[in-house]
């Protein structure tokens, strides 16, 4: 049974091809096809890659129609040099990551027109994230028959106690759906386990912390999240790539009374805040660390984004009762070895301590805390993709879509 898996950012779209039997193994199997296109690297430029088991493939396209692109790199499946099917009939299942369920999906559903019908109703909560995840849905509709499913980055956090979901405010907006929803759920599931497996463990405490154009941390203890970051929208919680985190809400008031309408705030907040916004730079990581030696801004956005970091994290521990592991994930957590090192170096009189050299080869699903640290650090490769696949097929096996 073949799964594809569309996962779509703010800034980019991972894709993969699985080949499945009768039962699901322990850990990913290799993909038949992988996929990634970055929208954001270069202003104006596409970055797509593709790798089959045979073939590497990565090219610079201007960026023109974003729906052109997508039909362009899913066709690469069967067409080209990066073809691994005849055609999209031997797909079985579509699995997409959906980023705001809302109260009502709570679990993986198969995708229905009143589905969809709420996908577009929550993209009020997630403006950067639902309307491409509908997207990506509508085009493969367009591109044949096949059974989709919605997998919810909210779903994870859905069991959260009232007081990690109940904002401040007159309770009868949280009785119309303003609460605290969370997001990147469907990673920190996976890291979960993950993280079970590598400090061998049945429930450790765990802040984890996934790092990349959208940020966030998460608290997990007994398995499921009892705290986190992102709030009633993903703007919330830590400085992000372009979206600035929690800011005083009192600074839109006063933005608003100076005659700022709802859409600059809007694509302010959104779009030209977080790491962009200060640095003037980039809003890649990779970009404001090569650049931060000659460029003050570039510096005071890194010093900024560890600083928000460093008090999250603190934030969380209460309600842990204590930490067994800190673990890193996602393209800055896993590759950014001076962010790391900079967050960890905060807790120093906590005993938190991590092992120079192994941190600086920024190794995969390893432990990179010395043997005198007082908690264990990890660092793990989300495999997203890997658990959206496994709901999909489950779906598709149990409904009886495709044997």
């Known amino acids: 049974m073949k799964i594809l898996v569309l996962n779509a950012g703010s800034s980019s779209q991972k894709s993969g091809l699985y080949d499945l039997g009768d039962e699901l193994p322990q850990q990913p199997p290799p993909l038949l096809w992988e996929g990634l296109i970055?929208?954001?690297?270069?202003?104006?430029?596409v970055e797509?890659?593709?790798k089959t088991q045979h073939t590497t493939k990565t090219e610079f396209l201007p960026l023109t129609s974003r729906?052109?692109?997508?039909?362009?790199?899913i066709s690469s499946l069967w067409r080209g040099e990066t073809q691994v099917i005849s055609g999209i009939d031997e797909?079985?299942?579509?699995?997409?990551?959906?980023?705001?369920?809302g109260r009502e999906y709570r679990e993986s559903v198969l995708i229905t027109p009143?589905?969809?019908a709420a996908i577009a109703r929550f993209s009020a909560f997630a403006p950067l994230h639902n309307p491409l995840n509908l997207e990506g849905i509508e085009l493969m509709e367009q591109m044949g028959t096949l059974p989709q499913v919605a997998v919810f980055d909210t779903a994870f956090h859905a069991q959260m106690p009232l007081t990690s979901t109940v904002y401040p405010l007159p309770y009868d907006w949280y009785?119309?759906?303003v609460q605290r929803y969370g997001f990147h759920g469907t990673s920190y599931q996976y890291v979960t386990e993950r993280s079970v497996q590598i400090l061998d463990m049945p429930h450790p405490r765990l802040i984890i912390c996934h790092l990349g154009n959208g940020c966030s941390l998460a608290a997990i203890r007994n398995g499921?999240?009892?705290a986190t970051t992102m709030g009633f929208t993903p703007l919330d919680g830590v400085m992000m790539g372009t979206r600035c985190g929690s800011i005083d809400p009192g600074i839109l008031i006063y933005l608003l009374q100076q005659g700022h309408s709802v859409d600059d705030l809007d694509r302010a907040l959104n779009h030209h805040s977080g790491l962009l916004g200060v640095s003037g730079v980039s809003s890649d990581m990779r970009q404001i660390l090569s650049a931060k030696a000659e460029n003050p801004r570039a510096q005071l956005a890194f010093d900024l984004f560890i600083e928000r970091l460093r008090s999250s994290i603190a934030s969380l521990l209460p309600g842990l009762g204590g930490l067994d592991a800190l673990v890193f994930t996602a393209g800055i957590g896993e590759h950014a070895a001076r962010v790391r090192s900079a967050v960890c170096d905060g807790f120093e009189f906590l005993g938190w301590q991590v092992d120079a050299d192994l941190n600086d080869q920024s190794p995969l699903d390893q432990d990179i805390a010395t043997a005198a640290s007082s908690v264990r650090i990890l660092v793990v490769h989300t495999e997203e993709d890997w658990a959206i696949?496994?709901?999909?097929?489950?779906?598709?096996?149990?409904?009886?879509i495709c044997a």
């Open 91 to 101: 797909i079985a299942g579509v699995g997409h990551r959906v980023v705001q369920g």
């Open 389 to 400: 696949a496994k709901d999909c097929w489950r779906l598709v096996k149990a409904l009886g």
């Open 38 to 45: 970055d929208w954001g690297y270069q202003p104006g430029t």
């Open 175 to 177: 009785e119309q759906g």
């Open 224 to 226: 499921r999240s009892i």
């Open 48 to 50: 797509i890659k593709i």
């Open 67 to 73: 729906l052109e692109v997508m039909k362009s790199f």
């Open 114 to 116: 009143e589905v969809k």
